[in-house]
């Protein structure tokens, strides 16, 4: 039968350069962000979070950027490694009554040696 | 570091059969949730659970849907009558203290429903 691929957006990076990935949300209400990682086979690991009262927040090799007035939020992956190679979603969540995390469509990240 | 287990990995059930699929919350969080992702699409929520009850449940957690936590560790995910378009990888998560802090996801059961 016929068969349906995968159309996520791809980002195809040398080993050693750093990554930037883009995530745009619709809900102007929305006051928490997750950048969560998935591998193959795998469900979504936590890499860092940011509240909608910060725009700049740093881990270890991450760095997440949030534009509230354009409704944007960036990861940084600074020297890209083969390990970062996965699908990377963005989540939202809106604060309030609701604990209901929104997830992005994703974008993999290919990581050329 | 602690994780959320989910068991079995892969479930194969024919259309209108029952399946349980089984979480172990991490063991000092206090909210859990089921999520899903069809094959090539966004992880979608489907019910968040605190203090033996649903707090929150999206369209597609119909009736056909129920969640139980059995005993102080499990957390399940009962689908009464499956059908074709239930075949989907189902998430488990858990959260600490506040349904606002980060959740933490199991590695998901491959749910095929032929």
């Known amino acids: 039968g016929e068969s349906v691929g995968l159309h996520l957006p791809t980002l195809s990076v040398q080993e050693g350069d750093n990554s930037i990935i883009n995530c745009a949300y619709s809900n102007s209400a929305s006051d928490y962000f997750i950048w969560y990682k998935q591998e193959s086979g795998k469900g979504p690991q936590f890499i860092i979070d940011?509240?909608?009262?910060?725009d700049k927040r740093q881990g270890q090799r991450v760095t997440v950027l949030l534009n509230k007035t354009v409704k944007h939020l960036s990861l940084q992956i600074a020297a890209t490694q083969p390990g970062d190679s996965a699908v990377y979603f963005c989540a939202s969540l809106k604060g309030g009554a609701t604990n209901k995390l929104i997830f992005g469509t994703g974008t993999l990240l290919a990581v050329q040696p | 570091e602690p994780e959320v287990t989910q068991t079995p990995s892969h479930q194969v059930t024919q259309m209108g059969q029952e399946v349980i699929l089984r979480c172990v919350p991490i063991?000092?969080?206090?909210?859990f949730y089921w999520y899903r992702q069809i094959l090539g699409q966004k992880v979608e929520f489907l019910v968040s659970f605190y203090n033996n009850e649903i707090s929150e449940k999206s369209e597609i957690f119909d009736d056909q849907f129920s969640v139980e936590r059995p005993d102080g560790s499990n957390f399940t995910l009962k689908i009464r009558s499956t059908k074709l378009e239930d075949s989907a990888m189902y998430f488990c998560a858990s959260s600490e203290n506040s349904g606002n802090e980060k959740l933490f996801f199991g590695s998901g059961t491959q749910l095929s429903v032929l």
């Open positions: 940011i509240r909608s009262n910060m």
């Open positions: 063991s000092n969080h206090l909210y």
